[in-house]
C-alpha cells in the first residue's frame, strides 16, 4: 500500500496526514494522533507498522477528531471502531500485505490484536 505523505482534505479543511514510527507520538503505545483543526500546518499521524481493520479504524478515529474535535475520546473510539467493523466485513479492509499473512497463518487473521494498543 502506499504510505507517502499526501494532503487530505476533511470537512473543507487541509490536513498533512504521514505515516510514522511509534517513536514520534507523544505517549507510547500510540497508533495515531492529529492537531487542532485550528492548528496551522496540521496534521494527522498514523502509525506506520499497521494495516486492515486496525489502520482503517486508526485512520477514521483520527480524521472524526479532526472533523468534530469537540466529541469526547470515548465516542470517538466507538464510532470508528464500529465503522472498521462493518466496512471490513464488506470486504474493504483486506491489502495485499494481509492476504499473503493470511494465507501463511493456519489460525486466525494474523492481525494485531487492536485493544492491546490505545488510539488517541
Ligand atoms: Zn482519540
Not at 506506520?48 to 481493520?53: P, R, T
Amino acid at each position: 500500500m502506499d504510505r507517502s505523505p499526501r494532503q487530505i482534505k476533511i470537512l473543507g479543511r487541509a490536513w498533512h496526514l504521514r505515516f510514522v514510527s511509534g517513536g514520534e507520538f507523544q505517549m507510547e503505545k500510540q497508533l495515531g494522533e492529529c492537531d487542532h483543526p485550528s492548528a496551522r500546518n496540521k496534521s494527522i499521524r498514523i502509525a506506520n507498522d499497521i494495516d486492515g481493520e486496525l489502520l482503517m479504524d486508526t485512520v477514521i478515529h483520527e480524521m472524526t477528531h479532526a472533523a468534530f474535535p469537540m466529541i469526547g475520546e470515548d465516542w470517538v473510539e466507538q464510532f470508528a471502531t464500529d465503522v472498521a467493523r462493518v466496512v471490513t466485513s464488506l470486504g474493504y479492509a483486506r491489502m495485499e500485505d494481509d492476504k499473503e499473512k493470511a494465507e501463511h497463518s493456519s489460525s486466525g487473521t494474523g492481525t494485531v490484536d487492536a485493544k492491546t494498543q490505545d488510539v488517541v
